[in-house]
């Protein structure tokens, strides 16, 4: 190989990672720009980076891996209902047996909202092929009278009383019916809806699916567990 091969090879590969990188600008831009006109059309506020420290919030999902982050945030009040959405990202590292380093970076799209009542944690998720493993290892969720909801979901609560008070008949239809695509968390007054990450303009279905679960949400909760202290989406 001539002097000239290692140099030109070099120059390739800086300028493979500088249109990588130039790539990845303007996707970030993109959708930055998309949700700018989401935000104009839904009458919320936008903030490229998060000014609520989000992932502080007491949700199962923001305890997970490291280098949590949410951005693309927007917020305000959307059909009565104090709301956010924004992009949220965390990053788990792994170490094989040679010692070689590698991270898995997972992204989703949320939705918070507020419920008037205080409640305990609960978490609502499809049934995927682990968690029916565990089903029949003996490891079980929380287990309702429709035997169609128990194979489609799995619930988790720190007050099964509270599980069942949410999960009446109604909600149990629309999660079936429409509302499996997201994955829920309440605590709290605050409610969680997420599902992997989506494009900007479907982030308006997001918030429809968060306005239908709380729609469903039973009147009786409210009295079964007053809301006390404040808490903020």
């Not at 190989?1 to 990845?24: C, D, E, K």
């Not at 280098?67 to 209902?81: K, P």
């Not at 029949?136 to 799995?154: M, Q, V």
């Amino acid at each position: 190989m001539s002097a000239a091969g290692p140099v030109l090879l070099i120059f390739l590969v800086i300028v493979v990672g500088l249109l990588f990188f130039y790539a990845q600008y303007a996707a970030q831009q993109k959708r930055r720009q998309a949700f700018m006109l989401l935000a104009t059309k839904l009458g919320l506020r936008y903030d490229i980076q998060d000014p609520f420290d989000t992932p502080n919030l007491p949700f199962d999902l923001f305890s997970r891996g490291d280098r949590r982050q949410a951005e693309n945030v927007l917020s305000g009040d959307a059909a009565g209902m104090r709301v956010r959405l924004f992009d949220y990202t965390y990053v788990i590292y792994s170490t094989d047996g040679q010692g070689h380093s590698t991270s898995s970076t997972y992204r989703f799209s949320c939705a918070t909202g507020e419920l008037d009542a205080d409640c305990p944690h609960l978490v609502i998720e499809r049934e995927g092929v682990m968690s029916s493993l565990a089903r029949h290892l003996g490891f079980h969720d929380i287990e309702f009278e429709s035997g169609e909801f128990n194979r489609a979901f799995k619930v988790h609560s720190d007050d099964k009383k509270f599980a069942y008070a949410l999960l009446d008949g109604q909600m149990m239809q629309w999660l079936l019916d429409e509302g499996g695509i997201c994955r829920y968390e309440v605590i709290g007054s605050l409610t969680l809806c997420y599902t992997d990450r989506v494009k900007p303009e479907e982030y308006g279905n997001l918030l429809e699916v968060l306005h239908r679960f709380h729609a469903h949400v039973p009147a009786v909760l409210s009295s079964l567990y007053p809301r006390g202290k404040e808490a903020r989406a």
